[in-house]
Every structure is written in C-alpha cells, then in structure tokens.
C-alpha cells in the first residue's frame, strides 16, 4: 500500500475501527535494534538493515559532581586527538563486560547515536518498537538498568534478547551452538526452539588478547603501547596460521626514558597470545556443549558452531576452533553485525521471539 494512501486515511481517524487504528500504527511503527557493546554499538531498522555502527566511547570532562560531554563515537576519538581539547577531556566505554557502567554517559552517547542513526521523526510519529541485545545470564537487576538507560532516550518498553538466541533466528537447524565473541565479554550457549537450553558468558574475549599483546611488547621491547594500539596491531597482522608471517611497525613509549619509540612486531609474535585466550575459549565452549541434553547432541553436532563478533574475522580462527573441537565452525558474513541483523529478523517472526524470550 502507499504511503498516500495511508495518509489519506489517518486524515479520516474518527472513521476507522479500532482494528483499522492499530493496524495503521503497526505499518507505520519504528523497528529498531540496537546492539551496545564494549568496543562498538550497532544500530538496525527494519527494512533497512545496519544503518549505524560507531565505537562505543565518549569523551567527557569531571570537575567535581560536574560532567562535561563533547562527542561520542568516532567524533570522540577525534575529539582527542585535537590539540585544542580540553586537557581534562578523558575517553571512556561506558559499557564494560556486558554491564552499563555509567548510565549518565550511556543515556548521552545513545542520544547522540540516535540522532545519527534514525530520520527525523514528525510530530505525530508513532513511538519506536525496539530490542536491544544483551548478555547471556544478564541478571534482572541490569536488565532494569538497560530498561531505565533505553527509557530515558525515549525507547519505552525495550525487548531484552540475549546475544546467542538473536544469532538463531538467522539459523536453520532448531538446536544450535552459537559463540559470540566480543570485546569485553563472549556469550556461549546452545539455542533451540524455546530460547536458551544452557549457557554462559565469560570474559575470555578480544580486550584479554590486546592486554597479553601490551604486556608482552612492554617486557621484551620495553615499549609502552596503549590496548587500542594493541588491537589495531591485532587486527592487522593477527593470524592462527603459523607459517604466515606479516609485521607491522607499532609506536608507543620508551619505558626506560618515556621517549617516542616504535618497534616492528610480527604475526609469530602475536599468535601465541592469540592461542592462548582462545585455546581457554575452546574449553568454555566444550564445557557448555557437554551440558546439551543427550537427544539434542546429535542435532548440535550436525549443525556446527556459530561464530560471531568482530575476532571472528582473524586469519584462520575458525580452522583453529575447528581442529580443537572437532567441530565444523561457521563464520557468518560481516560476523560484528550477526547478532543485530539475527535481532532485526524476529520482528519478522514475533510468534516465535516471544516463544524464545
């Protein structure tokens, strides 16, 4: 139907049925998700897909109980790279290990996000349906505080939905192992057709492997290098290939003399790191397919692993994961956008979003 057509028809609202009233609303309704994570918030709307997907920062200044915002996302990390800042202006992440931990801060970035993200609403816009993704075994305490976060910008009546059950609905087997990994916290759990049959989060994810990747640096070049240097270079040059060597120059600090330095890293280097956290990985994912009810094992076996987040795109994780589980491990496309895209899908189904929740 037109969009004519349907404005035709709320000019004559005192004709229509209640039915008619509700079915107009339904067609004109905002479907949004936002997925808010350590490292990046990515926002969908149905019929368009991703439309926005920013760093999860803000720049911000404290004197006493006073709080000074100047950009977030991308407009943040620019913010402090300008010599003419503020030099008390600090860079924060306000959501850490599938918590918010500063609501102030959150409530601020996800208006600034919002106003990015979304078209400009008219007078009588109808209010927005939204899902927001969080945590596997998020506890009823946070999940207020998400609520409280989403209310104050505006986004009323929030649906809740744990990271591995939005990936599902993108799946076509009704038992899946799904892991997403992320920056500060990684999701396990094994999905059927009525939500999560067991799970976890942890936070064996992509910070663990950038802080081994500064430590290391600091003790054998004595080179103090910041965690985001520590991820570009993981992103770079990271590979669980060991016959692919690559390397890249990285700068930091002297630690002996605080002079500018720079060392050349290569991906031999990194890898043992990059083993080590998902070897640890490896193992939370064989704990949690070994809690799968014995007539689920077969189904789970047959469909694989889900991989998701933005680590998925390492060189040759995937095969790694593979090999130590004895499992075929599947890596969607644009993995860092699954679990929006997964979330967007349910408006689609919302008979069975609401069977799973």
């Not at 803000?58 to 996302?73: C, D, E």
């Not at 744990?162 to 076509?172: F, R, W, Y």
């Not at 076996?301 to 589980?325: E, K, P, S």
Request: net charge positive.
């Amino acid at each position: 139907m037109k969009v004519a057509s349907i404005r035709s028809w709320g000019c004559r609202r005192k004709n229509l049925s209640l039915f008619s009233r509700k079915w107009e609303y339904k067609m004109l309704t905002n479907e949004i998700v936002i997925d808010m994570g350590y490292a990046q918030t990515v926002i969908a709307l149905r019929g368009k897909g991703v439309v926005f997907k920013e760093p999860t920062v803000v720049a911000l200044s404290r004197q006493g109980k006073k709080v000074k915002y100047y950009a977030s996302g991308f407009d943040a990390k620019r913010y402090m790279r300008n010599r003419d800042r503020d030099p008390l202006a600090v860079l924060i992440h306000p959501v850490k290990g599938g918590l918010i931990e500063d609501s102030d801060a959150t409530i601020w970035m996800l208006k600034d996000f919002l106003r990015k993200a979304l078209p400009k609403r008219g007078l009588f816009s109808p209010r927005p349906e939204v899902i927001a993704t969080i945590a596997c075994g998020t506890s009823v305490v946070e999940r207020k505080n998400y609520e409280n976060v989403l209310a104050e910008v505006g986004l009323k009546s929030p649906i809740l939905m744990e990271t591995p059950i939005a990936v599902s609905s993108q799946l076509s087997c009704d038992y899946n192992l799904i892991a997403t990994f992320g920056a500060s916290v990684s999701d396990v759990a094994i999905v059927g057709p009525n939500g999560i049959i067991t799970g976890c989060s942890v936070t064996m994810c992509g910070n663990a492997v950038d802080e081994k990747i500064c430590s290391y640096i600091a003790e054998n070049y004595r080179l103090g290098i910041s965690q985001a240097r520590a991820e570009e270079l993981r992103i770079k040059i990271g590979s669980f290939y060991q016959g692919q060597m690559m390397s890249a120059d990285v700068s930091g600090r002297n630690l002996v003399d605080d002079s500018p330095a720079q060392a050349e890293i290569t991906s031999g280097e990194i890898a043992p790191m990059l083993i080590s956290v998902l070897t640890s990985f490896a193992t939370v994912v064989e704990s949690v397919s070994m809690m799968c009810p014995e007539k689920f094992i077969l189904d789970v076996y047959n469909a694989g692993i889900t991989f998701c987040g933005g680590f998925a795109v390492t060189d040759g994780v995937a095969d790694f994961l593979g090999d130590r589980l004895k499992m075929k491990v599947l890596v969607p496309k644009n993995p860092d956008e699954a679990v929006a895209l997964g979330a967007l899908a349910f408006f689609d189904d919302r008979d069975r979003m609401y069977k799973m929740l």
